[in-house]
């Protein structure tokens, strides 16, 4: 499985992005999808899942602010980041299950300016 990861850039807090990750391979055998940040210095962190009934689970940072989604016909899965903040400004993975930690994508940068 390989995950194509875009959709970063830099805006100002308070703005919108949407992330990408559009898998191949065997995406149709993937139950749940997850995004996952690492701010510089720190731990890469969970940010959210979609199992493959649409099942979403946050962590509590981003409730309310960041939405997953997941498009099927499109081996894509979303986020909606809005309300950014610059503490969101990270790099943003999306991951699949697999061996190990699973499949990454290559990350993409979102950075907040304040």
């Known amino acids: 499985v390989q995950l194509q990861a875009s959709g970063g850039g830099l805006v100002q807090a308070g703005g919108s992005l949407r992330l990408s990750c559009t898998a191949s391979?065997?995406?149709?055998?993937?139950?749940?999808m997850g995004w996952y940040r690492q701010a510089a210095g720190k731990q890469r962190e969970w940010v959210a899942a979609?199992?493959?009934?649409?099942?979403?689970n946050y962590a509590d940072s981003v409730k309310g602010r960041f939405t997953i989604s997941r498009d099927n016909a499109k081996s894509t899965v979303y986020l909606q980041v809005n309300n950014l903040k610059p503490e969101d400004t990270a790099v943003y993975y999306c991951?699949?299950?697999?061996?190990?930690?699973?499949?990454w994508g290559q990350g993409t940068l979102v950075t907040v300016s304040s």
């Open positions: 979609i199992t493959s009934g649409g099942v979403r």
């Open positions: 991951n699949a299950p697999g061996p190990g930690t699973g499949y």
């Open positions: 391979g065997s995406f149709f055998r993937i139950n749940v």
